[in-house]
């Protein structure tokens, strides 16, 4: 019988830890993003998962240190697609408009991310301060971005002078009010802000938005 000190075995072999890690993070996402961090409960991500609550603990600590691994798996899933991007051969405009993309299709793709976010933000970020891994994960994004700025004020394209943390909450906020506030909008306006036929024109709304800001004149004052 398998002990908290010792994985079990599966047909004579050491069941992959790496594997087993990576199941209990995936059932973890989503009871964390389905029930919030109060109301998830070890024994439901146990009893979802091959393991138990011991195994759980062993690998992780206990249910504090899950969570906080399931946001830093989480933020590293973006963060290496934004590594990722390859915008060095375009001009500053399409690149703009492809790191938006890139945003606004991850945020599309993954609902669990938008809710874990909401989540810790009504825990006041208190697991990510805690959190030597997610303190140390910089955003590729932010770096991509001021070179991409760089390069447009340069060529005269971009006329404003603005910063690259700004343009990232810019574009995030699109993306993630686009997702956490689905229903909520559907219920007042009567619009499905994700509905398949009105994809590809938020799309392309958030690169005119964040082009137009980029290109408007400003006033002194």
């Not at 890690?21 to 409960?41: H, K, Q, S």
């Not at 609550?53 to 600590?61: D, E, Q, V």
């Amino acid at each position: 019988m398998a002990t908290a000190e010792q994985p079990a075995r599966t047909g004579g072999r050491t069941r992959d830890a790496a594997r087993t890690r990576n199941e209990i993070l995936d059932v973890a996402t989503e009871e964390f993003a389905r029930a919030g961090y109060a109301g998830a409960r070890v024994d439901e991500i146990a009893a979802r998962t091959r393991t138990t609550k011991r195994m759980i603990y062993y690998y992780f600590g206990g249910k504090e240190q899950l969570f906080t691994a399931v946001l830093e798996r989480a933020y590293s899933v973006i963060r290496q697609a934004e590594q990722d991007l390859d915008v060095d051969h375009l001009d500053p405009v399409a690149a703009i408009r492809r790191l938006a993309e890139l945003t606004f299709d991850h945020h599309e793709a993954h609902p669990d991310f938008i809710r874990l976010v909401s989540i810790e933000n009504i825990h006041e970020a208190e697991h990510m301060a805690a959190s030597e891994q997610l303190s140390a994960l910089s955003s590729p994004a932010i770096d991509v971005l001021r070179r991409i700025l760089a390069a447009g004020r340069r060529s005269g394209l971009f006329t404003a002078d603005v910063d690259a943390v700004d343009l990232h909450a810019m574009i995030s906020s699109f993306c993630f009010f686009r997702v956490a506030n689905r229903h909520t909008f559907g219920a007042l306006f009567g619009r499905d802000l994700v509905a398949a036929d009105r994809r590809e024109h938020y799309r392309a709304m958030l690169g005119d938005m964040v082009i137009a800001y980029l290109t408007a004149e400003r006033t002194a004052g």
